[in-house]
């Protein structure tokens, strides 16, 4: 699977010892056990191959952006049935303060502040695989603004100090300008301080999401008709709770597990909020705040905000839960390969690792599922830069057999009769 992928994927190195040394690395990825370090990579004894891998990651000047589009593209005519791009944060604590990014910094994914590297994944989601293809190094401040730093690193002169959501959008926005890719809805946790922004950036481009959010963030609703002044404010918790009758039931199989989960799901139409610094828009984008309730709570505990209106709400709680179908594959097969062992300094050679780790996860994956595809058989694929697949109706013939149903469960109070089946 690996020769494949260098010839699939490594056209873009201009040398042919490139593309040898780019395999070298990629079957030390895979096979190597322990921590994949260059030195582990190399072995005992062979200094000459350690030199050449240390030249070919952390100094050579080959661009990883071509691999990584190749990449996508790739996974997009052989994954089985992608349904999103899902954005994976991923923290590297580290003892020291000479690795490029590294800085002392709050981590909501930890609940503290690290000593670490903050860094994102694009990764190509579907029920039953996903794939990274795109990552970022989020810069703290001193790593852009202090000269000495910025050169010891090579940090590129267009590089910007950004939160790592911004980081991510940023991403995003140039994957849909230039990769060529399906536009797929794009599924992410987003801070309160970064949503209006965030929203706006999508809106341009017409991007489909759907945004992980606090129950705490203030949403705007209501308003019209002639008997419903507004609009109003509240916290999105409060808004959820308050429409709890209005719940319809979801079952639904977790990712990685055999048995089934039972949640409850309502909605509500919202608007668009203002941020400082720019008004409401003359024309918002129309948005739905949806949040879901474990089967026993009394509180709704998950909230999302959606532009994506022609779905179904079952289907747009199975988006949002392709999050846990990049954490398994991130936990089984991307950290396996050794995606936060990079030892380096450098930022191009943090790229060039992130790039040939994420190659070593599809050639694993790939390599397992020789005919996974045959099973799930999917509409054809549209023209690039189209329509989403995910906003059409699918085609009848295209849909899987519905799967087996779990035993029915009480009726609960405020709780609509009315069951929606996914998985």
Known sequence: MIDVMIS??????????????????????????????IRNIAGTGASSVEQSLQQFISKSPWDWTP??????????RTAQ???????????????????????????PQLGRTANCQQAGGIWLASSEASFPVEWTLTLPGPWTSELMRRRRAGIPDTARSLTPAQDAVHAVQR????????????????????????????ALQDIPFVFKVDGSLPVSFGGAGRHKPGPHTAP???????????????????????????????????????????PAPASPTPLLLFGAWTETALLPSEFWITNIGDRPLAQ???????????????TETCEPVGIRDFEGR???????????????????????????????????????????AALAPRPAAARPATPAVLPPHPHLPGQTPRREYIR
């Open 8 to 37: 699939l994927l490594f056209e873009s190195l201009p040398r042919r010892d490139q593309r040898n040394w780019a395999r070298v690395y990629l079957n030390g990825l895979v096979r190597t056990n322990g921590k994949k370090t």
């Open 67 to 76: 691999v990584r589009r190749s990449l996508a593209q790739h996974l997009e």
């Open 81 to 107: 049935r992608p349904l999103a791009w899902v954005l994976q944060p991923m923290v590297i604590e580290k003892a020291g303060d000479r690795s490029v990014g590294v800085g002392r910094q709050f981590v």
């Open 175 to 202: 994957m849909a300008a230039t990769w060529q890719l399906q536009r797929r809805p794009v599924v992410m946790e987003v801070a309160n301080c970064d949503l209006a922004q965030s929203i706006d950036s999508f």
């Open 236 to 278: 999105a918790r409060e808004l959820i709770d308050s429409l709890r009758s209005q719940r319809r039931v979801v079952e639904w199989t977790r990712h990685g597990r055999a048995e089934g989960a039972v949640t409850l799901l309502t909605s509500a139409p919202i608007f668009a909020t203002p941020y400082e610094d720019r």
């Open 316 to 330: 747009l709680f199975l988006l949002a839960k392709l999050t846990d179908r990049v954490s398994l594959d991130f």
């Open 346 to 388: 450098s930022f191009r050679g943090w790229h060039h690792h992130a790039t040939l780790a994420s190659v070593a996860h599809a050639a694993k994956l790939l390599g397992a599922r020789p005919h996974a595809r045959d099973r799930y058989p999917g509409p054809a694929r549209p023209a690039p830069m189209t329509r989403p």
